[in-house]
């Protein structure tokens, strides 16, 4: 009897990343005290170590697939696609952090630790087989967010933004649970298989109790991924926190909250699917067209990727009212290449923002294509990437959502968000425009060197897009493989 | 609890959530706001506890004891933030924290 309680060497072998990245996350909180004040970025590649590793543990992990710990948790190839995406995403935003916090004067360790256990948060979101764990998984990530939020204690935009993203944050949650409280109730269980075998197998499933658990689970995750009506947080957010936690907010946190969207609604609430569909079909839509026709109007760069991740969120919703595998499988194409486009573009923005901020207008960019070509270069990708231009990962992440719409015949909502893109082109297109065409602004004449781990920062994510964007196969092949299994 | 049927929990949790959301809408002093997400936690507490008791299971007080552990976690670090931003601006109403622009 108690040996089912002491958990086997293959399950904790599966949960090792998160073992790790914990273990690592709380040593670097007893070495922040002990480290001198010059030599705090060591903390910072102590993180990005444990990341490097628990990366590599998540190809072990991935090579002995199956459930752990009373199947509350489960590695198949869905988990380990968006652990790589998170931890990605921890790496680069460590990489475009340095500058930025010496720059502002607190570098400090617990920086570093936090976004581990954010990470650590978002990678158990991922894992989750059980809705507890779920919730669990989303209040780690989230409450670490919230203190990166607000981490300039001194600066008002960064109280606003912590508050916003607080408030705000713990409200969905509080729907997310009631949701999981209701089928709880419905089912008598909170694993998932075993939520989606109750729903199938009894004769007269508690339609009107699923529905109106998955109507509260909507609104709880449509806040999460800012997808509207919820996403009236996002811009004062986005642009109120320090620009490498913003990076990190758009990519780690939502691509994670996407991906407990796509296993709950695409497992549990398959049987009830005809009943959300009209409701995530409106979302995708006004998601779309209030980010691309709010953000027309923005000079602030970091607002204008604030509303642009509201239009992306739209696309991945498009993907998941399509209900298909590949619907799925596009979601997670996309959400890779986004995480990766996004974390560069805001790294420029990082470089360019200046002491306390002050210079993040599209019109602060002005003259950067002369002054600084490569960086130019490699946000030209970024912008491309956003617009979805071939041989770019945003277009075949954009191709495969559309086509998989087309394929549920979503034929409206497809050719809607086509037009969608299209105005999208402009406000991407204008940024290259000021870059290159304008004369230098006071800001691009003194602009200092960008130094070897922002440099780190912009190509890594630049050649991660390109690749997308020339072999997407080999991806998608691998997301397609995860959504077949996902759905059984 | 014999006698009282499982519908009047969900309906005074339903009650109680509700009034958490319009608290969270309406009122304008963040304390209160915060004071209104933990009414919504708690009242998803009692929808748990009265599923579990009807189930006959310890599923549901289990759950109640994780939100409650995570509700503690949320009210350290929101307090936190609370109190920097009284700090910053020696005020706690939420029209007043809006510098950002629209």
Avoid: C
């Amino acid at each position: 009897m108690l040996d089912s309680f002491i958990p086997s060497w293959a399950e904790l072998l599966r949960f090792m990343p998160e073992i790790i990245l914990s273990l690592v996350g709380s040593l670097l909180v007893m070495l922040e005290p002990v480290t001198g004040p010059k030599s705090k970025s060591m903390l910072g590649h102590v993180a990005i170590a444990g990341l490097i590793v628990a990366l590599g543990a998540t190809f072990v992990a991935h090579a002995n697939p199956g459930a752990a710990f009373s199947s509350m948790i489960v590695v198949d190839g869905f988990a380990t696609f968006f652990r790589v995406i998170v931890f990605t995403v921890g790496i680069l935003t460590i990489f475009s952090s340095y500058q930025y916090l010496d720059r502002e004067g607190s570098n400090r360790g617990e920086y570093y630790a936090l976004i581990l256990f954010s990470v650590v948060g978002q990678s158990v979101m991922v894992v989750a087989n059980e809705l507890i764990m779920i919730f669990i998984g989303l209040e780690i990530s989230s409450i670490a967010t919230y203190v990166l939020a607000g981490f300039l204690r001194d600066d008002k935009r960064n109280n606003e933004s912590a508050i916003k993203y607080f408030l705000l944050g713990s409200f969905a949650t509080g729907f997310l649970l009631y949701g999981i409280a209701l089928i709880y109730g419905a089912t008598g269980t909170t694993d998932l298989g075993e939520v989606r075998q109750a729903v199938l197998q009894s004769a007269e499933p508690p339609v009107l109790l699923l529905s109106v658990a998955a109507g509260l689970m909507f609104i709880g995750l449509g806040f999460k991924v800012s997808g509207a009506p919820f996403q009236m947080w996002t811009p004062d957010v986005y642009q109120g926190a320090p620009t490498p936690v913003t990076a990190f907010m758009s990519a780690g946190p939502k691509a994670a909250a996407f991906a407990i969207f796509l296993r709950i609604f695409v497992t549990v609430f398959e049987s009830v699917g005809d009943r959300w569909e009209p409701l995530i079909w409106a979302s995708a839509l006004a998601s779309m067209t209030i980010g691309n026709f709010a953000a027309l109007q923005q000079k602030n760069f970091k607002r204008l990727l604030a509303y642009s991740s509201i239009a992306h969120a739209g696309y991945v919703l498009v993907a998941l009212t399509a209900r298909s595998e590949i619907g799925t499988a596009s979601a997670m194409f996309y959400l890779a290449a986004y995480a990766l486009m996004n974390m560069g573009a805001f790294a420029v923005i990082a470089h360019v923002a200046g002491k306390g901020e002050t210079t993040v207008d599209v019109s602060d960019f002005a003259g950067l294509g002369a002054k600084q070509p490569v960086t130019a270069a490699l946000l030209t990708i970024f912008m491309l990437s956003l617009i979805g231009v071939p041989l770019t990962g945003g277009f075949f992440g954009k191709f495969y959502i559309f086509k998989a719409a087309l394929e549920s015949k979503l034929l409206w909502l497809a050719i809607l968000g086509l037009l969608n893109s299209a105005v999208a082109a402009y406000y991407y297109l204008r940024v290259l425009v000021v870059m290159y065409m304008e004369e230098p602004s006071a800001r691009t004449e003194n602009l200092e060197p960008m130094p070897m781990s922002l440099q780190a920062a912009l190509w890594l994510p630049a050649a991660g897009v390109l690749f997308l964007g020339i072999f997407p196969s080999a991806v998608l092949e691998f997301a397609s493989a995860s959504a077949r299994l996902l759905g059984q | 609890m014999n006698g009282v049927p499982l519908s009047w929990y969900l309906v005074l949790s339903a009650i109680l959530f509700s009034l958490g959301v319009a608290g969270f809408l309406f009122r304008r002093n963040i304390i209160t706001i915060f004071m209104s997400i933990e009414l919504m936690l708690n009242a998803v507490n009692l929808t748990f506890i009265a599923f579990s008791y009807d189930l006959r299971q310890v599923n549901g007080h289990i759950f109640t004891f994780f939100v409650m552990v995570v509700a503690a976690a949320e009210a350290a670090v929101g307090l936190a933030i609370i109190l920097t931003v009284y700090k910053n601006r020696g005020t706690l109403n939420a029209d007043d924290v809006n510098s950002l622009r629209f």
